[in-house]
């Protein structure tokens, strides 16, 4: 196996073209109009190539993490490996020169929001876990407020992204599904995932 960074715009397009077979569309449209497409890439390649990570096995891409940094912080795009490449050790090489590369360049953590299939992983990689609640219908408050009335575990952060959705992240011991469920029946357009860190 070999992994290395992206080094120009034709590699980086290889890259991003595999990692739209891993993912579906639904998850990440590269040729949308979302945040994280194509150009958000190229711009993240312009800033920190160093970050944007493949794995190759036999001469074929099988698998990327892509991170970049936000003031100050470094943040994981996505981490995925080819169905047919995985139980290979793959995504945690990846992950672990993410972290050399992190390291390198003086940073002192990463954070990721994660699918729920791949929590086991970061979690047996030394991640921590914490739940974020977002809406961009309710406030803050009534976010709040639920968490207060059911379970009132410790807020880590609140904060509005992009100045429209309302976040609240709270320490949960370990995933608790059936809250997470209850704040997405319980308000419309409201939308729940676990998201990890690592401090080095």
């Known amino acids: 196996m070999i992994i290395d960074n992206v080094k120009n715009i034709d590699e980086l397009n290889a890259v991003l073209d595999v990692v739209q077979k891993i993912f579906p569309k639904s998850v990440i449209d590269l040729d949308g109009d979302g945040k994280y497409n194509r150009n958000f890439w190229i711009e993240k390649f ?12 036999d001469g074929e891409i099988c698998g990327s993490v892509f991170a970049w940094e936000d003031n100050g912080d470094i943040t994981v795009g996505h981490c995925g490996v080819l169905n047919e490449y995985q139980k290979q050790g793959v995504g945690k090489a990846l992950m672990l020169e993410t972290e050399n590369r992190v390291k390198n360049l003086d940073f002192h953590g990463i954070s990721l929001g994660s699918a729920e299939s791949a929590e086991g992983f970061y979690e047996k990689l030394g991640y921590t876990g914490a739940l974020l609640i977002q809406s961009d219908t309710h406030s803050i408050e009534e976010l709040k407020f639920m968490n207060e009335r059911e379970k009132n575990y410790d807020i880590i952060w609140t904060n509005i992204y992009e100045g429209t959705i309302n976040q609240i992240c709270l320490r949960v011991p370990i995933s608790d599904r059936e809250f997470q469920r209850k704040y997405e029946t319980a308000f419309d357009n409201c939308w729940t995932q676990m998201i990890y860190g690592k401090n080095f």
Do not use: G, Q, V
């Open 46 to 57: 312009n800033e920190h190539p160093e970050l944007l990570l493949y794995a190759k096995i």
